[in-house]
Each structure stands twice: as C-alpha cells, then as structure tokens.
C-alpha cells in the first residue's frame, strides 16, 4: 500500500508556479521522498528526491518540512508539457520495489 | 530518452492466447523490475531480479505470468491464456529507477 497522500487533481496556469502537495506522515528515518511523474501514454520519469534537506534541480524544488511528514514539489514555471500525473513516494534508497499511489493529476492551462 | 526499451509498444491478443514482452536495460544493471498498470492506477510492482535471479514475486503474479532475466541483462515477462483482466500497461525499470515506455496490452 502507498504511504503517501496527495490530492487528486490540481490546475496550474501556464507560467506560474505549481506547488504540489505530499503527506507522508509514518516516514521511517531511512526513507527518502521521490517524485515521479507520468505523461500520457508514457513510462514514469524521475523528477527529484530528498531525505531532510531542500532540493533543487533543472526540473523542480522539493521541500521538506523539518518533521519530515510533508513535502511540497514546485514547478517553478509550468509550462504546457508539466501536464501529467505526479507520484509522491517514499523509500529505502535504492530499493526500487516502489509503491505508487494514484498520483496527483496536474493540468497546465495556457 | 529513457534508458529502457521495451518491445512490442502494443499488443492486441484474443482471449486465450500467450503473449510475450521484453525489456532491454541500455546499460549493465543488476536490479530489473516488472510494474503493471492498469487505467486511472499508479504502477503496481509484479516481480524484480538481481541479475538472473527472480528474487520476489508479487501476488498480482499469477501462475500463468513468468519472467525470465537469463542472462541478467534484458528481461521477458510471458503472460499464457490471456484473460480480459490482464489488460495493461506493462513496464520495466532499472535498479536506477529509470523506467521504460511500457508496453500496453488489449486483451479482447
């Protein structure tokens, strides 16, 4: 079973910042939070992963709160092609036996 | 571009009927999964090997799925008398977590 939470869906409007939320409340200390995304009809890709620290890279910021419960994804500037849906997961690193859960659905309108 | 191929992309079958998929790691990777999706779902994990050895199975891993990895590097997943039920997109992935485009499959 997932060991996270997220909403459902969520609209963005083109240009502006997308901050996707995550719960993951009974996170072990040795767990990670990644975030992957899918685009239709397409395989999963990688975005970002963090443990306790901030992270950030070409394609995104994550955010971490200090109890390591929640996170929040932030797509800095959504453009059309960030449509997809969003999976927070947390585990061991690099055990890649991952549990998904229904994502977020996010749609970037122009 | 992902690190992974998968072939066939698609595969329409009757009822009955075997198919076979394969998955081809570009690179050297000890750890190969197999993820099942089904519409509106997250993947979910069917099985996974350390080079040639299958060392879990999950109990969506029926008796009539098999997986092979025999030379530990490209990998099939054989489904025998296909059922409706089995219809999905089927996806591999790298102990890198990079994962392939998948390859979906209609069952009729």
């Known amino acids: 079973d997932a060991k996270t939470t997220q909403p459902t869906s969520m609209d963005c409007a083109e240009g502006r910042a997308a901050n996707l939320p995550c719960n993951h409340s009974t996170i072990s200390g040795n767990e990670y939070v990644y975030w992957y995304r899918q685009i239709h009809s397409q395989g999963p890709q990688y975005i970002i992963h963090g443990l306790k620290n901030n992270e950030t890279n070409e394609m995104a910021s994550l955010i971490i709160t200090e109890d390591r419960k929640s996170s929040t994804l932030i797509l800095p500037h959504a453009t059309l092609r960030d449509t997809a849906v969003y999976y927070c997961i947390v585990r061991v690193y690099n055990d890649y036996k991952l549990s998904f859960g229904a994502g977020t659905t996010v749609t970037v309108r122009a | 571009d992902t690190g992974v191929s998968q072939n066939p992309r698609h595969k329409i079958t009757k009822r009955g009927q075997n198919v076979t998929f394969r998955c081809d790691p570009i690179s050297e990777h000890n750890r190969l999964y197999w993820y099942r999706q089904t519409l509106g779902q997250g993947p979910e994990f069917l099985t996974y090997?350390?080079?040639?050895?299958?060392?879990?199975k999950s109990r969506l891993l029926s008796d009539r799925f098999s997986a092979e990895r025999p030379k530990g590097s490209f990998s099939t997943l054989e489904i025998q008398r296909t059922e409706q039920g089995d219809s999905a997109m089927y996806l591999c992935?790298?102990?890198?977590?990079?994962f392939g485009p998948g390859t979906r499959l209609l069952v009729l």
């Open positions: 090997f350390q080079n040639e050895a299958q060392l879990e």
């Open positions: 992935a790298t102990g890198d977590g990079d």
